[in-house]
C-alpha cells in the first residue's frame, strides 16, 4: 500500500499535536451536521411541528441515494445520469411484494438489493465499456428504459404510480411512527456514511481516485480498473436502492418519476451543491436543494405581492442563480469549502 503515490493521501499531514487539531478540526463539520439530525426531533416534538420528521427524513433520504451516487460521481469520476433508476427499483420492490401480500420489511430489503446488484452488475458491465459523453448517455439510456417498464405495468398502476397500502413490518419497529421511522433513517444513513469513510480511506478507494485522476498510469502500475470501478458501481447502487426502499416508505407510493432523468439529474446537482468527493456534501446539496425548493416555491417572506408573486411563479430562475453562484464561487461544493477548505478530498 505504501508503495502506491495515492498512499500519502491517507495520512494526517502533521504529527502530533498539530495532525489531533487538524483531525479535530476536519471532522467538526461533520459532527456538527450528525448533531443538528439528531436534535430535530426534539426540536419537532418541542415545538410541535411533526412536519419536521417528514420533511427532513426526504432530506435524508434523499442525501442517501446523493451519497450512493458520489461514490462513483466523486471518487471514480463517473458521471451516471441513471442512478435514479435504483431509487426506483428499490420502491417498487416494496411496492409490488405489499400489492401480493409480503408486508415484511426484511423481505422487502433483501429482494430489493438482489435486484438492485444484479441490474447494477449488468447495466455497469455494458456502460464501463465506455467513458465521457458515451457513459454519461447511456446509463441515461437505461434509466429510460426502466422509467417506460415502470410505466408499462399497468397492474401495478401504470403511469398513475402505485399506492402502498401499509408501511414495512420491522421486528421492534413500527416505521408508521414519524420518530421511529426518522431515527431508523438516520441510523442507516450514519452507517452508509461510516461505510463510505472506511471506504475511500481504503486501498479500494485510493485505487479508485487514482482510475478518476489518470485511469491510464493506473493500468500500468497493475491496477484492474475495469474491476474497481465495477465494485464502486454496483455498491453505489445497492445505497441508492436502500434510499429506494425507504423513500417508499416516506411515500407510501412508488411512482415511474422516481426513475425519471429529472430526478437523476438533481442527484448530481446535490452532489455539485454539497461538494463532489467530499464524505457528507451530498447531504448538505440535498438539504440546501429540498430546503431552498421549499422556501423559494411558498416565498413566507412579508414581500410586495407582485414580487413574492414573481419568486413564487419563477422559483427555478431564482435556484439556478445560487447554483451558478455555489459553482462560481464554492469550487468544492457548500460542504466541501467548510470541511476542507476547498482544497482536498475529506
Not at 433483501?110 to 448517455?137: E, H
Not at 398502476?157 to 408508521?176: E, K, N
Not at 459553482?327 to 475529506?346: C, E, H, I, P, S
Request: glycine share 12%.
Amino acid at each position: 500500500m505504501s508503495s502506491t503515490p495515492y498512499a500519502k493521501e491517507a495520512l494526517p499531514r502533521g504529527t502530533g499535536a498539530a495532525a489531533v487539531a487538524m483531525a479535530v478540526r476536519r471532522a467538526a463539520p461533520a459532527a456538527a451536521v450528525f448533531l443538528a439530525l439528531c436534535l430535530v426531533p426534539v426540536a419537532a416534538h418541542l415545538l410541535g411541528q411533526p412536519f419536521w420528521l417528514g420533511l427532513v427524513a426526504r432530506i435524508m433520504i434523499l442525501g442517501l441515494a446523493a451519497v450512493g451516487l458520489n461514490l462513483v460521481l466523486g471518487y471514480g469520476g463517473m458521471v451516471s445520469l441513471g442512478h435514479a433508476m435504483y431509487l426506483g427499483v428499490g420502491a417498487y420492490s416494496v411496492g409490488i411484494l405489499s400489492a401480493h401480500g409480503v408486508d415484511s420489511g426484511l423481505v422487502h430489503m433483501s429482494v430489493a438489493l438482489a435486484v438492485g446488484a444484479a441490474v447494477a452488475l449488468v447495466v455497469g458491465l455494458i456502460c464501463l465499456k465506455t467513458s465521457g459523453m458515451a457513459f454519461i448517455m447511456i446509463t441515461l439510456a437505461f434509466a429510460q428504459m426502466f422509467y417506460f417498464l415502470a410505466i408499462s405495468l399497468k397492474q401495478y398502476g401504470g403511469d398513475d404510480g402505485l399506492t402502498i397500502a401499509q408501511h414495512s413490518r420491522v421486528p421492534g419497529l413500527s416505521l408508521g411512527d414519524p420518530y421511529q421511522f426518522y431515527l431508523l433513517v438516520l441510523a442507516l444513513l450514519a452507517a452508509v456514511c461510516f461505510l463510505c469513510h472506511r471506504l475511500v480511506g481504503s486501498r479500494f478507494g485510493m485505487a479508485l481516485r487514482g482510475s478518476r485522476q489518470n485511469p491510464r498510469r493506473m493500468q500500468a502500475l497493475g491496477f484492474p480498473i475495469l474491476r474497481y470501478r465495477l465494485a464502486a458501481y454496483v455498491l453505489s447502487a445497492m445505497i441508492v436502492v436502500v434510499a429506494g426502499v425507504l423513500l417508499a416508505n416516506l411515500a407510501r407510493f412508488a411512482s415511474p418519476s422516481y426513475m425519471s432523468w429529472t430526478l437523476s439529474g438533481d442527484l448530481v446537482l446535490m452532489c455539485v451543491l454539497g461538494g463532489m468527493a467530499t464524505l457528507l456534501g451530498p447531504i448538505v446539496g440535498a438539504a440546501a436543494f429540498v430546503l431552498l425548493e421549499e422556501f423559494l416555491s411558498s416565498m413566507p417572506l412579508e414581500l410586495p405581492p407582485v414580487l413574492a408573486d414573481l419568486v413564487r411563479t419563477h422559483w427555478l430562475g431564482f435556484f439556478g442563480v445560487f447554483v451558478v453562484g455555489v459553482v462560481l464561487f464554492a469550487r468544492r461544493g457548500l460542504y466541501g469549502a467548510v470541511a476542507t477548505g476547498g482544497d482536498a478530498d475529506d
